[in-house]
């Protein structure tokens, strides 16, 4: 519980509103010219991200998850590398109530398909370069898998490109509008 004499009696006004969700306090109410992330990459070099763009991205990934049929109240199981994509999915998640399940990257094939299994996940959100731990037995993809969203890489046969998702481009264009900020 917080108390006035904590010094946190802002904090209620803030935090304590009901239906607030996590986009808004992270992201949202801030200037949207500020810097909200820088993420290194790789080869060491850094990628700035500002309030804007991860709103706006993230809200596109939103009504992208709609559009595959996500609802509040899903779950959305994240492979992936920390990332700008991995920001911006997270977002996309909280901005639908979506719960994220981690999946480990160094899961082995049968521990992946377990997580999946017992997690009941819509929907997985990968790096491509862990694409394949996602395939079951035998390497073809059945009625039983999820929907595949590749992120940092090359989508194949029936997977989404998280980049269409986040642009709003592709089978996600939003036809001029903006995408849905409020659920």
């Known amino acids: 519980m917080i108390h006035a004499h904590d010094g946190g009696d802002g904090l209620l006004d803030t935090f304590g509103v009901p239906g607030v969700s996590a986009a808004q306090l992270l992201c949202d ?5 500020n810097i ?20 706006e991205k993230s809200a596109r990934f939103t009504a992208a998850l709609r559009s595959l049929g996500v609802r509040r109240g899903d779950h959305v ?6 990332s700008v994509e991995l920001l911006i999915a997270l977002l996309g998640m909280w901005r639908l109530e979506v719960s ?4 480990p990257t160094g899961s082995t094939h049968d521990q992946m398909a377990l997580h999946l299994q017992s997690s ?7 790096d491509a370069e862990h694409r394949r731990k996602l ?15 590749v992120a940092r890489g090359e989508a194949f046969g029936y997977d989404v490109a998280f980049s269409e998702m986040a642009a709003g481009i592709g089978a996600f264009a939003q036809d001029g509008a903006a995408p849905e900020q409020d659920l």
């Open 29 to 33: 109410r801030h200037p949207g010219e």
């Open 36 to 55: 909200a992330f820088t993420v290194t990459d790789a080869n060491l070099g850094t990628i700035d991200l500002t309030y804007s763009e991860l709103r």
């Open 135 to 149: 395939l079951p037995q035998g390497g073809i993809p059945n009625d039983a898998s999820p929907l595949v969203v």
């Open 77 to 82: 199981a994240t492979l992936m590398g920390k």
């Open 120 to 126: 009941g996940v819509r929907l997985v959100i990968c």
């Open 100 to 103: 994220n399940v981690p999946l």
